[in-house]
């Protein structure tokens, strides 16, 4: 049997509004303030950082739009951040059961000067001041020829 299919629902009075996020209210709400200088505080979904909201705001507040009204409270619909804020960083922490990463020609990961490649091709390029390789069992280092140094 299929699984039902949600329909959308459509709410009396509700309307999407430009704003700007103005603070981070914790542990998941926003304060916005806005074209008409209203100020509301909307709940912030899941996938949108606080940190890195909080990062971006001492650069400068950040453009959005919050669905609101129709008797329930104001929700971040979407999140714009423009040329300043490319320079923001904040930290991630990922909790999942798995992470899938499927790229065409190319996957880096670095930090400063350390770096991991993988290519297409099939070369993995580790690049690194020091480098360690630890394992509780075997650690094999095996290839068609092995060159050290």
């Keep these: 049997m299929p699984a039902p299919r949600a329909s ?37 979904p899941q996938h949108v950082s606080m940190d890195w909201l909080e990062a971006a705001l001492a650069v400068a507040p950040v453009d959005a739009v919050i669905v609101a009204g129709g008797g ?29 990463i499927d790229a065409s020609e190319r996957v880096r990961v670095s930090s400063g000067s350390t770096s991991l490649s993988l290519k297409s091709e099939g070369t993995v390029v580790l690049r690194g001041r020091d480098v360690l390789s630890r394992a509780e069992e075997n650690n094999r280092l095996k290839g068609g020829r092995v060159r050290i140094n």
Excluded: Y
Excluded at 21 to 30: A, F, G, L, T, Y
Excluded at 76 to 95: E, N, Q, T, Y
């Design 8 to 44: 959308p629902v459509q709410l009396a009075n509700q309307r999407m509004i430009d704003c700007k996020i103005i603070s981070v209210k914790r542990p998941s709400e926003v304060r916005v303030i806005g074209l008409d200088e209203q100020e509301l505080v909307a709940r912030c």
């Design 72 to 100: 329930l409270r104001p929700v971040l619909w979407g999140v714009f951040p423009d040329a300043d804020h490319r320079v923001v960083r904040s930290k991630m922490c990922i909790r999942v059961s798995e992470i899938e």
